[in-house]
């Protein structure tokens, strides 16, 4: 198994991933309507073999295997052990839906093997995303679609605003720069997204423009996932900062939801739905 031990891959093996782990069925309700926008434009068939890239704990590879049937085949590929075990926990029953640990960006599967290639925010995160869009687009079969889901810009995506505005002001840290370097924005340009998928080899690119919501659950709840995932956290994690901000800063937060949630019980939320022809 090669695996390119770099930030990345510390940071979903560290104890940077426990949250993932913690919130895994918070994070799924949040992102309810982002998979059903991922799946409304895909036609699954019963018996196909879908690949499902950076799957995570695993919930998109679970729904594709209900519609894929018996015997459809779903392989989901992560290199977060810690994710993969999780998933492994909550799907140990279920037959022809595998995950493996594997880096997509240096993992040439056989030729012509997918039916569809599926990734709900798992493609973000590549050193080399053309690598990573090469292995897909080969490992697909003739005609194969290869359907994404990634953030679009920071600035329209309230889950992170509010908390990366809060870790701003209370601690004057910049934020980070959103470039194409990996992480949540980094595919943030559609420009990027369509050379990139060009120059695997996909044809047939559409990039939508979706706007959308994420589910809430309790403020409470939501400061904790908001403190510890994310841009704000990321700022938080790679700065010391002392309890007593961190204290001031989850007030912060506290008042901004509150305020939010008078008017609306969700986040506006921005994405594009990217989907490619072999
Ligand atoms: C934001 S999470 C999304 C997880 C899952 N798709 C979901 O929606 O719950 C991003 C995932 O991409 C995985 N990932 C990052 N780089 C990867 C790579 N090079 N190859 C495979 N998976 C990767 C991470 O380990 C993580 O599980």
Redesign the pocket.
Known sequence: MIL?KNK?YYY?NEKSVSP?IKYNNE??YK?ENISKILFENISLKKNQSILD?????G??SYTAKKKVGANGTITA????AP?LNLFKKKYKNIKNLACLR????KTRFKENIFDHAI????VM??ESPLC?FTNTYQALKKDGSFTFVCWRNFRYNQFFTIPAYSVKKNTKIDLPEFNNAPGPFSLKDQSYIKKLLKQSGFRKITIENIITKLKISKIKTEIDIMMKIGVGASMIREHKIDNNTLDIIKRDISNKLQKLFKNQNHYNAYIYRVTAIK
Request: net charge neutral.
């Open positions: 390119l990345q979903w993932w994070m799924n992102f890239i950076g799957c995570g704990a919930q998109t590929v992560d290199i977060s994710l594997k880096d997509i960006q990734s709900r925010f798992g995160f590549f990573a």
